[in-house]
């Protein structure tokens, strides 16, 4: 019988393999954690969902950081009903986390932007929003930077389309799959007085 671990009966290592995984997620493009699917309300309050990378968490504040472009459709939902629920899931360690919370568009955005190469950078230089229709099929950007990057210079011509999306996390819902019995539990987040505390329980599979 495979070997159960640490975390399988014991909220306190669950929230700790949470965190561990959500910083591998960020630090690691090789992570099952490093994309994730957003989940958004649109305009016509329909459900709506993409998959994006996981850029930043806090676990002093509980935060993660999404970027975008501010044309998107997705700031724009978000600007319209600031809820949402981010799905991780991982195939091999059969883990599923769904981390609902409250997003904050970040006007301070100019540190993780500088974080960026330049060939990064070039994904906010396009001349149409995301999601526009076009005639043909193009990569919305001009023939110059379909192949190479921008200077620095032209990059920040850019930076007025970057955004953070900032998700305040208000709980995680932990899933693990074993044989031997799944294991769920839930980790409701308090912001009483600016004052994080954590209330942990276990749910029925």
């Given at each position: 019988?495979?070997?159960?671990?640490?975390?399988?009966?014991?909220?306190?290592?669950?929230r700790k393999e949470i965190f561990s995984l959500l910083f591998q997620g960020v630090k690691k493009?090789?992570?099952?954690?490093?994309?994730?699917v957003l989940n958004t309300v649109d305009l016509q309050n329909k459900p709506d969902a993409r998959?994006?990378?996981?850029?930043?968490?806090?676990?002093?504040?509980?935060?993660?950081?999404?970027?975008?472009?501010?044309?998107?459709?997705?700031?724009?939902?978000?600007?319209?009903?600031?809820?949402?629920?981010?799905?991780?899931?991982?195939?091999?360690?059969?883990?599923?986390?769904?981390?609902?919370?409250?997003?904050?568009?970040?006007?301070?955005?100019?540190?993780?932007?500088?974080?960026?190469?330049?060939?990064?950078?070039?994904?906010?230089?396009?001349?149409?929003?995301?999601?526009?229709?076009?005639?043909?099929?193009?990569?919305?950007?001009?023939?110059?930077?379909?192949?190479?990057?921008?200077?620095?210079?032209?990059?920040?011509?850019?930076?007025?389309?970057?955004?953070?999306?900032?998700?305040?996390?208000?709980?995680?819902?932990?899933?693990?799959?074993?044989?031997?019995?799944?294991?769920?539990?839930?980790?409701?987040?308090?912001?009483?007085?600016?004052?994080?505390?954590?209330?942990?329980?276990?749910?029925?599979?």
């Amino acid at each position: 019988m495979k070997e159960l671990p640490k975390f399988y009966n014991s909220l306190e290592e669950t929230r700790k393999e949470i965190f561990s995984l959500l910083f591998q997620g960020v630090k690691k493009r090789k992570s099952n954690f490093h994309n994730l699917v957003l989940n958004t309300v649109d305009l016509q309050n329909k459900p709506d969902a993409r998959t994006v990378v996981l850029r930043s968490f806090s676990q002093e504040d509980l935060t993660i950081g999404i970027h975008s472009d501010n044309r998107s459709e997705k700031v724009q939902h978000l600007k319209n009903n600031n809820s949402t629920c981010l799905v991780f899931y991982d195939d091999q360690k059969k883990i599923q986390l769904r981390i609902r919370g409250t997003t904050n568009l970040e006007k301070s955005k100019k540190e993780s932007w500088e974080k960026l190469t330049n060939w990064s950078k070039r994904c906010y230089l396009t001349s149409n929003r995301p999601g526009q229709v076009s005639e043909n099929p193009t990569s919305g950007f001009s023939n110059k930077f379909e192949s190479e990057a921008p200077s620095s210079e032209e990059s920040q011509k850019g930076f007025k389309n970057f955004t953070v999306i900032k998700v305040f996390i208000d709980e995680i819902e932990w899933l693990f799959l074993a044989s031997q019995g799944h294991r769920r539990a839930l980790f409701k987040i308090n912001r009483d007085n600016y004052k994080l505390s954590i209330d942990s329980k276990w749910l029925v599979p």
